[in-house]
């Protein structure tokens, strides 16, 4: 069965003016999941982050983080919830250094020695950055900078990561450690909500799935059992 959720939506519908970007959407996240939401390009899957993380609003339904009504809560109020977004296309912010943008993603908190303590944590799971520590965010190449947003995320101690297409744009093996990355920080506690294209490491990397197509949860269920569907597999796995 699912977990005790952390995280669940409830008929949620976001319209973008006249778009109807999530049409009834429900989904819950258990404590110590990994869950993986697919589908492809404009299916609403950055849409539903977004309505998470209080950057879009739900223009109706119920979001619930551990039992508290999130809906309508600001963004940064989400945040010291405890839920972290690391975006889409990483954006880092590309003038200022790898160690300035770990204290960025600080910025709601104001305990300077635990920030001093998670940044050498930060920066010891993720050498490369230690090595760049002083190096410009813009310079730093893709999978650098994809660890950079990882990284800035857990700079806010988040109990419940969401991650937009970590793996876009990314050599093959860099997408092995980014996803080999994901799967330690949840070892360690974190619960994930992963939003992807490459439906193959999703899923294999998922407890649970979700399938979306314009704007609607069409399937649903524990990874393994959707990556042997046939319509999964014909439609996500390249046949
Ligand atoms: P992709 O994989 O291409 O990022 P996605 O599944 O994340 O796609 P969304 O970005 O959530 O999809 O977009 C869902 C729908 O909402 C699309 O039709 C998109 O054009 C539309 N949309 C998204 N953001 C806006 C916006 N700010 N204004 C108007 N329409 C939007």
């Avoid at 330690?184 to 899923?203: C, F, S």
């Amino acid at each position: 069965g699912i977990k005790q959720p952390v995280l669940s939506l409830e008929d949620v519908n976001v319209h973008y003016g006249a778009i109807w970007a999530l049409k009834g959407v429900n989904l819950t996240v258990g404590e110590g999941e990994i869950i993986s939401l697919i589908g492809a390009n404009g299916a609403g899957k950055t849409t539903t982050l977004r309505a998470i993380s209080g950057i879009v609003r739900a223009t109706s339904g119920r979001i619930t983080f551990r039992g508290e009504d999130i809906t309508r809560m600001a963004a940064h109020d989400i945040v010291k919830r405890g839920i972290a977004q690391v975006p889409e296309g990483r954006r880092v912010f590309a003038n200022l250094t790898v160690i300035e943008n770990l204290e960025m993603g600080a910025y709601i908190r104001n305990d300077k020695q635990g920030i001093k303590e998670d940044l050498e944590r930060v920066l010891e799971r993720f050498p490369r950055l230690k090595e760049r520590r002083n190096q410009i965010a813009g310079t730093l190449s893709g999978g650098e900078q994809q660890m950079l947003a990882i990284g800035r995320a857990l700079m806010t101690r988040p109990s419940l990561m969401l991650l937009d297409e970590p793996s876009m744009g990314l050599a093959p093996l860099l997408v092995k450690e980014i996803f080999a990355i994901i799967e330690e920080i949840n070892r360690e506690g974190t619960t994930i909500l992963l939003v992807e294209q490459n439906a193959r490491m999703a899923l294999q990397i998922a407890e649970r799935a979700y399938v979306l197509e314009t704007g609607r949860i069409v399937l649903e269920g524990p990874a393994k059992e959707l990556s042997r569907r046939e319509e999964v597999k014909k439609a996500y796995l390249g046949g």
